[in-house]
């Protein structure tokens, strides 16, 4: 579907986005679902990869679309947070891996710094070590809860919940957490499919502070991570900032790496080989940057 690259075109491309980092006042870091996958997390694309994560919820026949639901949670509670509990024990678990590092010192180096758009719920940047008031989750944060019943629009830290989870079964063991107003089962504050009660103003403070941010700068990058065309929030965010504020894009990502125009470039590649490839070119030691 796209043009190969040969070694000469991506050197030429991998310059080039070194060169669009350096001309930059201003960096912003936009992920998809392709920044998690080296570190090890699973990318739920297609049944196939999901039921292998998961196998009990293949025999449940759940594919991602309806344990990922309201639905599940108020049919059933421990199915759906035996999911939502494994995924919060994993991202707690997880160590970033070193690309994230490489971002934020090129962030420290801007007039500006840097801003991330994000439509993983993983909460992996604040784990890395990002200010949370640069980060802006489009899709929300599993780190966070919210009644099911939607007796307010409040969110508040899961950090008090500790999930046990019987992971052959997908089944939470201990007690789900519940609404401090009202009582009722408690759910992740991640907007799901099929989601109509998703509380939204957590990420939307979050996207209010980052478009001041983008409106004060003037030569902005975007460099956007692992992200495709099948939820394409992130991409659409890409070429916003393109449109409205005059930036660039850096474009990496293995598959589907297509540019919005020649000024931008796309890398095919991982997240974390990308981002070393430019390292090496500005001569940073990506082995200490872990
Ligand atoms: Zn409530």
């Not at 000024?263 to 590649?269: Q, R």
């Amino acid at each position: 579907m796209y043009p190969r690259f040969n070694e000469t075109d991506l050197a030429g491309a991998i310059e080039h986005a070194a060169s669009l980092i350096e001309q930059a006042d201003a960096l912003i870091v936009a992920a998809g679902a392709g920044m998690g996958v080296d570190s090890g997390l699973p990318d739920f694309r297609g049944a196939e990869g999901f039921w292998r994560a998961y196998p009990a919820l293949r025999e449940a026949k759940m594919d991602f679309y309806k344990i990922a639901s309201p639905r599940a949670f108020q049919e059933s509670p421990e199915l759906a947070w035996g999911f939502y509990g494994h995924r919060l024990s994993l991202y707690r678990d997880t160590v970033p891996h070193a690309g994230f590092e490489l971002l934020k010192r090129w962030g420290d180096l801007k007039v500006h710094g840097l801003s991330v758009f994000t439509s993983n719920v993983d909460g992996q940047f604040q784990k890395a070590g990002f200010d949370p008031a640069q980060v802006y989750e489009c899709h929300g944060s599993i780190h966070h809860l919210q009644c099911l019943a939607s007796c307010k629009e409040d969110v508040w830290s899961a950090d008090d919940f500790l999930p046990d989870v019987d992971q052959d079964r997908c089944w939470l063991r201990n007690r789900p957490p519940r609404c401090p107003h009202c009582g009722a089962l408690a759910r992740p504050n991640v907007l799901m499919f099929s989601d109509w009660a998703w509380v939204e103003q957590r990420s939307a403070s979050q996207a209010d502070r980052q478009e001041k941010w983008l409106s004060e700068v003037s030569r902005p990058v975007v460099i956007e991570l692992g992200a495709g065309t099948a939820i394409p929030s992130v991409r659409h965010f890409s070429h916003r900032v393109i449109r409205k504020f005059g930036g660039r894009l850096i474009r990496i990502n293995p598959g589907e790496w297509e540019m919005p125009t020649r000024l931008d470039v796309g890398l095919p590649m991982g997240a974390l080989a990308g981002l070393k490839a430019i390292s090496a070119l500005f001569g940073m030691d990506v082995e200490s940057s872990k």
